[in-house]
């Protein structure tokens, strides 16, 4: 299969992923439901590396602008990305972007995840920040009111969705190498 080809199936194929789990949220006291999107997104980076994982999540995010129901809760629109929760939609393409920022790296295996999990932090770090602020914004929530509502209750199942990507990710990266193998068997 065409390189080209093949890299353009993974983008879309990590986009559908996080399209059909994002939606799935449990709905907290405050306007940000705890969702299964940053998941998605870290996989999709940790995954596809920070430029193809970015696209992937941009793809996401154009389909719930033009109305497909993939943001949490089965909503979409534009209004969803510059409501209360936008600025944590689009603190997910610096999430996917950090998310894959050792992908490239010809280090071994361990010292790669390591780097993931440094990435997925600083990108869930960079989320919060970009997210926080929009919302101070829209909602004119102080920083401390607005801290407790989107940050404090999403830290422990954010540190669970890190350490599951981290896990996940190698596992599907030796699969990936073990296809790649087989390919050029049957090629020779």
Do not use: H
């Not at 943001?71 to 936008?86: D, K, N, Q, W």
């Not at 280090?107 to 929009?134: D, P």
């Amino acid at each position: 299969m065409n390189s080209k080809i093949k890299q353009m199936t993974f983008i879309a194929l990590m986009a559908a992923i996080i399209s059909v789990i994002a939606p799935i949220s449990l709905p907290i006291v405050g306007e940000v439901p705890i969702s299964l999107a940053t998941f998605g997104v870290m996989l999709a980076g940790a995954v596809l590396g920070s430029k193809n994982g970015t696209i992937a999540t941009a793809i996401y995010l154009l389909l719930g602008a033009i109305g497909v129901p993939v943001f949490a809760g089965y909503t979409s629109g534009v209004g969803i990305l510059v409501g209360v929760t936008g600025g944590y939609l689009i603190g997910y393409l610096p999430l996917a972007y950090c998310s894959g920022l050792s992908f490239t790296n010809n280090k071994n295996l361990s010292s790669r995840t390591l780097e993931k999990v440094i990435g997925m932090i600083l990108g869930t770090v960079i989320l919060y920040i970009i997210g926080t602020a929009w919302f101070m914004y829209v909602t004119k929530m102080n920083l401390v009111g607005a801290l407790m509502a989107c940050v404090i209750p999403f830290i422990p199942g954010d540190v669970i969705k890190i350490v599951l990507v981290a896990i996940l990710a190698p596992q599907l990266e030796r699969v990936s190498s073990l296809q790649k193998i087989a390919v050029a068997e049957r090629s020779a």
